[in-house]
């Protein structure tokens, strides 16, 4: 990966609530089509680092660039507008919408809102419908080609593992540059885990350019889909490198795997 220029830069990134330093001084790069890991424990600040990052929260020192360009004070839609999209841990599924529907909730930027497409012209709004069902339809099967033929029936009659499928095709059908996933395997079993791990991979593989930014718990798709990982503790960076590296530093066992 070393080869693949920086997508992703940050330099001294912090975020302050009153007291608390929740990222301090926080520098890293994730290279261009690189699956980066952001692990640590509980309160270490990951979650935080999106929010920051997609510009939910305003950083409080540093900065931010994507593709050579400062994203710091951004708002949320210009951070989406330039090319970095991004999962919830907690889902943000409209259950009674359709699955269509919650994909394309994700698409909004890329659609024509204007009054004469929908309102007068009614055959260019059908084709601009037609056209976004099936890249949607397209997208999905990548992840359940059985999914793929149930576009119209309410997401809250599908499956968890298929509400996260249906979450991550809400984020790509946007065309990112830059995915970012926080916690995607969140409450599920072993074997639904190990089936994301899959998508998660074919993904991948579909979309060579594509980067991703993985928030995990389970060490097991760390391990199995990242390319290199950054450990957080209490919003500090304590290491970074593969996975097999980070597992053996000292630091990382005790404050992560709770090995001294």
């Known amino acids: 990966m070393s080869a693949s220029p920086t997508l992703l830069s940050c330099r001294d990134l912090s975020r302050r609530f009153g007291g608390l330093l929740a990222i301090d001084r926080l520098s890293f790069d994730v290279a261009e089509g690189e699956i980066l890991g952001l692990i640590g424990p509980n309160g270490s600040g990951k979650t935080t680092f999106f929010n920051v990052l997609t510009g939910i929260y305003p950083a409080s020192g540093g900065s931010v660039e994507f593709a050579g360009a400062r994203v710091t004070g951004l708002r949320p839609q210009q ?29 909004h930027s890329r659609l024509d809102h204007g009054p004469w497409l929908n309102l007068f012209h009614r055959a260019g709004l059908r084709r601009q419908v037609s056209e ?45 540059r ?5 916690e995607p395997s969140a409450g599920m079993t072993r074997e639904e885990t190990s089936r994301l791990m899959d998508d998660i991979l074919e993904v991948k593989r579909r979309f060579g350019r594509l980067t991703i930014v993985l928030i995990e718990h389970e060490m097991s798709v760390i391990e199995r889909c990242t390319d290199r990982c950054v450990v957080l503790d209490y919003g500090k960076k304590l290491c970074e490198g593969t996975y097999a590296q980070v597992a053996q530093n000292p630091l990382v066992r005790q404050a992560y795997l709770g090995i001294s």
């Open 79 to 107: 951070i989406y507008r330039v090319g970095i999209s991004r999962t919830f841990q907690r889902s943000r599924l409209c259950l009674p919408l359709s699955v269509f529907d919650n994909i394309m909730v994700g698409n």
């Open 132 to 176: 976004n069902f099936a890249e949607a339809r397209e997208l999905i099967q990548v992840f359940n080609r059985s999914l793929a033929d149930r576009m119209l029936e309410a997401v809250g009659g599908i499956s968890l593992i298929d509400r996260r499928r249906i979450e991550i095709c809400r984020a790509m059908i946007s065309r990112p």
């Open 178 to 182: 830059l995915l970012l996933l926080d």
